[in-house]
């Protein structure tokens, strides 16, 4: 299924749509700030090992991450001081995954990980999506080095090529090319571990 949705206002009934599937255990194809991302409820264990079976990831070595709508929740998922929320709250929402060490509540299969990604991307349509889930959403980069880059930017190519493996695919307009910049606050000071899309402001 393809569905539009328009950043600048999502449509109430599109995003009940999307989140349906979410809750069922489905996997949504969704814009971001960046690139275009593969996801699925993050508690949901069946559908975490669905994409990770679908997309060739070992949850015990790859490193994860989830989107947030906003900071109001993050401790529930990771461990922030007061420095590493400071950053935050200036660079989020923006292109930027944060590595934190986990907390208990993520499901067994992060158990293994000491650490997840946090994202809280500039983009209504998934932040709105996450909110209305009320849960945050498992977070894979839409990427494929092998293709022509409209099958990972083009809402209707990347339906055309992934439309039998997700549930559904959101069309937010065309993607970028760019991820996001992965910065690792597990130890004393910040470190930028992959400069993407995002330039961080400290």
């Not at 991450?65 to 529930?76: G, T, V």
Request: proline share 8%.
């Amino acid at each position: 299924m393809l569905i539009k949705i328009y950043p600048e206002n999502p449509n109430p009934k599109e995003i009940e749509k999307a989140v349906a599937i979410l809750r069922d255990g489905g996997i949504v194809i969704y814009p971001t700030d960046t690139v275009y991302g593969m996801g699925c409820d993050a508690l949901n264990v069946r559908a975490v090992e669905r994409i990770c079976a679908l997309k060739g990831i070992n949850p015990e070595k790859s490193n994860l991450s989830i989107i947030c709508p906003d900071l109001s929740n993050i401790s529930e998922y990771a461990k922030v001081d007061t420095p590493t929320f400071k950053l935050m709250r200036k660079n989020l929402p923006g292109p930027f995954t944060f590595v934190l060490n986990t907390t208990s509540s993520l499901p067994k299969i992060f158990k293994k990980k000491k650490t997840v990604g946090i994202r809280v991307p500039d983009n209504n349509v998934i932040r709105t999506l996450v909110e209305q889930l009320g849960n945050p959403i498992l977070n894979t980069s839409l990427t494929d080095p092998d293709d022509e880059i409209e099958y990972t930017t083009d809402p209707e190519l990347i339906h055309e090529k992934w439309g039998n493996t997700a549930d559904v695919v959101i069309d937010g307009g065309y993607g970028g090319i760019e991820p996001s910049t992965v910065v690792d606050c597990t130890s004393d000071e910040p470190e930028i571990l992959k400069q993407g899309k995002g330039m961080l402001n400290s």
